[in-house]
């Protein structure tokens, strides 16, 4: 782990299993309570003259992105092994996070000055708010991790950083690399089971813990951040629908609907994971999604010819077995895909389910996997009122012919980001964060980095 700028061995390990074999593929430190406490004292510590400096923040910045991006080749096999997903996007990701941290070093912070006459001079200042707890799930462990290490830094807080239990190890690495990059305890990277996450949010240290996983463990993170007024920002689960009007192009919108619910294998918090298409075209829109999903190449993410790799964990792979399961005990077809694949590892078919609609588990929950219901509508305020029925509210896509006709349909869309005729379209200068149980604040541009402050308003007085 990194503490305080140094390398801190633990007592105790946990196994890091690479999912394409179910093997132990590795140990991680199992950071103790002392532990924690000492990565967030030194946090604490190192926060006075942190904040000092803002030229020194954002060269700091700019040299991790370059350490980050010169390491790629040694880092994304790591995040192959761990994750599971292919190298080109462990590159990928690795290649994202390095654009965030850079994003950030670069962005432009005016001055944001709300009266200047002959009474006063008002300036809304934003100040930086002490040690942050970020705490990151294992879809995308790296990119994640930027989002929030790179604003946070930027406005002068120190970090604590715990990745998850399933994909420690390129985080942990990370720390490493940047060990020289930034002062002794500004950045802390520390790693353990679901409980260390818990003993972050109660700890009395951070000012704000900064969340990214599902809606229950986010519940229980405001939970313990209240009783001390932490800030939080939660950036939970999705269940995004993608709605496709009566003037697309059956096979051409199928491609795209295609790779944005199965990028990362399902596994990204905003992939599309409900289609609604019009009855007139549904049978062309299965019929074209299923042979995507039948010629997919399945297989270890260390193999050049894979498209998609295994599911990350087994608790995960189970829960995306019985979701189907159910949704064909209740009728639904599986038109391709539709079980396991004969493995060791956490392989499982490319699926697409037709017949199947609203009150279904795999339609109403987030599978966060490779499987996509498909639900025929007939009214498209009906379908509207269908996707909006529920507690999640991350992002959805509306696709059609006419782009301001799908536009105004998208507007409709109760969810944090509404896309037209594309999906998981992300950026770092577009904020983004769900409605409803989807999360609580924004991440990325300008807004992400307002969350990482305590608004003041300084006001002199003319006279
Ligand atoms: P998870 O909630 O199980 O775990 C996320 C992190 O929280 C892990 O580091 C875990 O160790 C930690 N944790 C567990 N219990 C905790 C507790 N009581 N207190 C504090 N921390 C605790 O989520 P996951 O299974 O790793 O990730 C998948 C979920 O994340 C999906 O629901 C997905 O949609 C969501 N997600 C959301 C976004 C977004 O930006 N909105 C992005 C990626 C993933």
Redesign the pocket.
Known sequence: MTIDGQAVPTAATFDVLDPATNEVYAQAPDCSKEQLDAAMESSAKAFRDWRADEGARRDALRQAAAILLGASGELAPVLTSEQGKPLSDANLEIFAAGMWLQYYADLELPREVIQDDDSAFVEVVRKPLGVVGA??????PVT?ASWKIAPALLAGNTMVL?????TPLTTLRIGELLRDVFPPGVFNVVSG??D???W??SHPMPRKIS????????K??AA?AAPDLKRTTL????NDPAILLDDVDAAEVADRVYRYAFANNGQ???AIKRVYVPERIYDDVVEALASHARSAKVGPGSDPETQLGPINNRP?FDRVSDLVADALKSGARAVAGGKAMDSPGNFFEPTILADVSDGTRIVDE?Q?GPALPVIPYRDIDDAVDRANATHFG?SGSVWGGDADRAAQVAERLECGTAWVNTHLALAPHQP?G?AKW??LGV?NGTWGYYGFTELQVLHRAKH
């Open positions: 705490i990151t799930p294992w879809n995308f994640l715990k990745p998850s239990p399933f089971g679901d260390l996450g818990a972050m949010t969340f990214t996983g599902s809606v229950a463990t986010g229980k993170v313990a950036e939970l689960g999705g990204i918090c905003s995960q987030e966060f991350l983004f769900g989807s999360g991440e």
